[in-house]
């Protein structure tokens, strides 16, 4: 007897019971979604991914703020779009980010078979599964090159639309060998000022989406694509943990541990954002002398921009984010536009800051995303904050109106009118109820 591969073992931990407490969580990961996609659909990255579908044929998928196009193309397009204000869900130990991946897919498969909200609401809590136990089984030094959610991201969104076409097992296992034969993904884009972190997700969502349609229509892939000789692990996961991508203690599905983000920023970013929020009202920029940032070493990897040159420095800055957020309180996404991040006061508060690794911090990450605060007063007194996880994690959550407060916001942003904002949000949350999935169509496309 052939030895089960770990792709057949994933397939099989997805038929586990969904319940419409999952499905109500699934629609407000789908409406957290909606408001990351609009607000970039309006800009100029978002107009590249646009132009790009301009050419296409209709078809039965919306783009969002768009027009009606075939599948393939929303999914690519749409995919694009989550990530560009960088206010997307987050898996912390996996390091990922789910929404912008996932939905895309499973809404343009959706929309193309004409699926019921349940089947929709299944996929995407399935999609999740895939992709984050993939991203907690694949190792750290994985990160240090790879962007996780490029790599992994065609699993969750395979898996999805496999769902949406209620392939069996065997197909979804097609499914999942065809996308890990092609995945990748670089950290390179990230220093330079560039939209290929856009590419990566509308590329991973496309290929979950392909490679789903073609099971369907009879194309195998390796079973061993993970653990083979040649396999996923073997070429980019040398420190992975193969067996966490089928067991663990964990009692729900992965959808629960996702973290909604409050802040515009990367998320390694927040714990500095929510430490400075704490103390903000305990002193002014004009008391400091100077300010240490302890915290983890991937935070500084990505985060460590005294000057930052651009919006995606500055949202990629923890000297930023810490000088905005003390100087003008919560930061908003005009927080990182050009003319705030060139402010003197800003600045001169940056050019203050130190960056340290903490040991603590460090061995508590991925688990925690945490960050110390230490400031020197001129007056002489020091004052230390700790912040142990950031907002909008498992152990510091937001709650649903704060989900619903965060959408407003950028539908507003985008100059989305309150009506269709109200019947947006009314529809989505619906959905687990056995609302209607073809009744958002209207809402979602240009008006």
């Known amino acids: ?38 607000i970039g659909s309006v800009s100029g990255t978002g107009k590249v991914f646009y132009d790009f579908s301009i050419s296409s044929m209709k078809g039965n998928a919306a783009i969002l703020n768009g027009e009606l196009c075939p599948p ?5 397009v749409n995919g ?65 090159f790879f962007h996780n959610t490029a790599t992994c991201g065609s699993f969750g969104s395979g898996i999805a639309v496999g769902k949406v076409l209620n392939l069996n097992d065997e197909q979804l296992i097609n499914v999942l060998g065809n996308c890990g034969s092609v995945i990748g993904g670089l950290w390179q884009m990230r220093n330079e000022d560039v939209m290929t972190k856009q590419f990566h997700n509308a590329n991973a969502a496309r290929t979950g989406f392909t490679t ?6 009879g194309l195998t892939g390796p079973k061993f694509i993970l653990e083979g000789p040649q396999g996923v692990y073997a070429a980019i996961g040398k420190d992975g943990d ?41 002193i002014s920029p004009a008391d400091i002398n100077n300010v ?29 984010v810490f000088a905005t957020t003390l100087i003008d309180g919560p930061p908003s996404i005009s927080s990182f536009d050009e003319k705030n991040y060139k402010r003197g006061d800003i600045d001169s508060l940056r050019k203050k800051i130190n960056l340290v690794v903490s040991q ?54 985008a100059n989305i009118k309150s009506l269709r904002i109200d019947d947006i949000i009314n529809c989505v949350l619906g959905l687990s109820n056995g609302g209607e999935l073809g009744k958002l169509e209207r809402l979602l496309v240009q008006k």
């Open 72 to 76: 393939e193309v929303a999914s690519f």
């Open 242 to 282: 193969p067996q966490k991508i089928i067991s663990d203690n964990y009692p729900n599905w992965k959808i629960f541990d996702t973290s909604f983000k409050p802040w515009a920023a990367c998320r390694h970013a927040h714990p500095v954002i929510d430490a400075t929020l704490n103390l903000k009202k305990k």
């Open 292 to 320: 240490k940032i302890k915290t983890y070493k991937d935070a500084i990897k990505f985060c460590d921009r005294v000057s930052p040159k651009n919006v995606i420095d500055a949202k990629f800055s923890l000297q930023h």
């Open 1 to 38: 007897m052939e030895k089960k591969s770990l792709t057949a073992n994933l397939v099989e931990g997805l038929n586990k019971e969904i319940t419409s407490q999952d499905r109500y969580r699934a629609s407000l990961h789908f409406l957290d979604w909606i408001g990351c996609a609009f």
């Open 360 to 413: 603590k911090i460090e061995e508590s990450y991925p688990e925690h995303y945490g960050a110390e605060l230490e400031i020197d007063l001129y007056s002489g007194d020091k004052l230390k904050v700790f912040q142990k996880d950031a907002l909008g994690d498992p152990g510091n959550p937001i709650t649903e109106r704060d989900v619903i407060k965060k959408f407003i916001t950028l539908m507003n942003a």
């Open 212 to 217: 789903a349609i073609l099971a369907k229509n």
């Open 80 to 144: 694009s779009l989550g990530n560009i204000f960088e206010m997307d869900d987050i898996h912390r130990t996996s390091i990922l980010h789910p929404g912008p991946v996932i939905i895309p897919a499973a809404l343009a498969a959706a929309q193309e078979y004409s699926s019921n909200s349940e089947t929709f609401l299944n996929s995407i809590i399935c999609g999740y599964e895939a992709m984050i136990r993939l991203g907690e089984s694949i190792g750290k030094e994985h990160y240090k």
